[in-house]
């Protein structure tokens, strides 16, 4: 479903990447130790844990600054061998974390804050559906936030989301719509949120989206398919009218 709705071939890049299922296993880090040994250096760019806390070894404690900093270790030692990148997905405590620092937000022992190169966390927005993307580096240019929208089955980078506005208790599941500028011109997400698999041309959505106004609902398609929000289905003939679809053309 991921790979249809970014447009991509998943026959042409299934021996790209490779999923080890462990659940009901009771694997973690320390039996795991010889099948990481196994990998030729290189075999992997990018070695994703998910998640981390299912992976700790018997009486290994989250809490714990110890314990931690030797599952980091053990962490560290994967990536010598394989020489590739590592990935661990680890949950945040309960309740909203917008009044939070970004390296503050894993669960757990300071250590983990501490030992990692890039934290990156993905909190809620006020708006439903929506939430705000953002990275720390220890060494490096830091990124700025990212506003996302949740689309089944992707989340859609949106410029026009206002990423100071996290949830908070008192803003938690606010319905507000996307707005659009200070002059009142709806964002993309107008349009976007009429697409459906079935491509359809701009009266459909100037109808539903701009109140009949075809170049602005043209304007607004465009903005959507530059940032991979929605996809143009090019007429089969010169005469045929563009249409656009959740899905890229052929992927319906």
């Not at 390296?103 to 559906?129: K, L, N, P």
Request: net charge neutral; charged share 25%.
């Amino acid at each position: 479903a991921v790979a249809a709705a970014l447009g991509i071939d998943l026959a042409g890049i299934a021996d790209t990447f490779q999923i080890l299922s462990l659940r009901g296993k009771s694997e973690n880090l320390a039996t795991l130790d010889k099948f990481f040994r196994q990998i030729k250096p290189g075999q992997y760019s990018v070695i994703a844990i998910d998640a981390l806390y299912r992976a700790l070894p018997p009486g290994c404690e989250e809490n714990s600054n110890e314990d931690m900093r030797d599952v980091y270790n053990r962490i560290d030692q994967i990536s010598e061998t394989t020489k590739a990148g590592i990935v661990t997905v680890h949950h945040s405590s309960k309740g909203l974390q917008s009044e939070k620092n970004i390296t503050d937000v894993g669960s757990g022992a300071g250590a983990i804050s501490r030992t990692v190169d890039v934290h990156c966390v993905i909190r809620a927005h006020e708006e439903t559906d929506c939430a705000v993307m953002e990275s720390r580096i220890r060494s490096g240019a830091q990124p700025e936030p990212m506003g996302l929208r949740w689309r089944y089955p992707v989340w859609i980078p949106d410029p026009t989301l206002d990423v100071e506005r996290l949830a908070t208790k008192s803003r938690r599941g606010s319905k507000k719509a996307d707005t659009g500028d200070a002059t009142g011109t709806p964002g993309y997400m107008a349009v976007v949120e009429h697409a459906t698999e079935e491509p359809k041309p701009i009266g459909w959505f100037s109808a539903r989206a701009t109140g009949g106004k075809d170049h602005v609902a043209r304007s607004l398609l465009r903005q959507a398919c530059a940032v991979g929000a929605i996809h143009l289905w090019p007429g089969k003939k010169a005469r045929d009218p563009e249409r656009w679809a959740t899905v890229p053309p052929g992927l319906e």
